[in-house]
């Protein structure tokens, strides 16, 4: 978990802003918008956010700063070695049924995000990799959380996180990553035939 943004505070600010969702589900909204390149305006990011969550009004300007942050952080991590890309779950001295639905939540975000950021694309024009990895976080957005809460659940906790954070970071990789350096054509202008 992020240092820089307490999830108990950013539970209690959602909440006196009427935002039913967790804050491990709007950053997985924000990482999913990330992966396709988009998110990186303030008020596109915002504006997705305050729409996921039905907040006509949108955000106070404390939850604005709050939610750009997290944005920020996550861009961080995506752009780095990949070591720095945190998902936003709560503690580990948490319940651990309470952890399994925030990942659950933060796939379904992810999801979301994803789905918002490629409006225009078609599964097939997506790798197997990338449909593959999509695959997984929808299965793990479904999970059930654990009847019992021991080592060997805490050890596939961890697991089940660690391979979405992968899954997310592999996505952006394929579809941001290879593709910076080429600068896009400008709206309107067909691009140069060599």
């Known amino acids: 978990m992020s240092d820089a943004i307490d999830f108990e505070v950013l539970v209690q600010g959602l909440a006196a802003a009427g935002v039913a969702h967790s804050p491990s589900e709007l950053q997985g909204v924000m990482a999913g918008l990330l992966a396709t390149g988009h998110g990186g305006r303030d008020e596109e990011v915002l504006g997705v956010l305050a ?3 039905d907040l006509e009004q949108g955000f106070d300007a404390a939850m604005a700063t709050a939610l750009l942050t997290v944005r920020d952080e996550l861009q961080n991590g995506f752009e780095g070695t990949g070591l720095d890309l ?8 948490d319940d651990l049924g309470l952890r399994v639905a925030a990942i659950a939540q933060w796939c ?45 659940q805490e050890d596939m906790f961890e697991q089940v996180a660690e391979h979405c954070r992968m899954a997310a970071l592999m996505i952006y990789t394929e579809l941001v990553m290879k593709h910076q350096g080429k600068p896009a054509p400008e709206s309107g202008t067909p691009p140069t035939r060599h």
């Open 86 to 93: 945190n998902l936003l779950l709560p503690s580990d001295e």
């Open 108 to 152: 379904e975000g992810f999801l979301v995000g994803f789905g918002t950021g490629s409006a225009n694309t078609h599964d097939k024009d997506l790798s197997p990799g990338i449909q593959e990895a999509l695959s997984d976080l929808a299965a793990v957005s479904q999970v059930a959380t654990p009847d019992e809460d021991g080592d060997e």
């Open 51 to 53: 729409a996921h969550a």
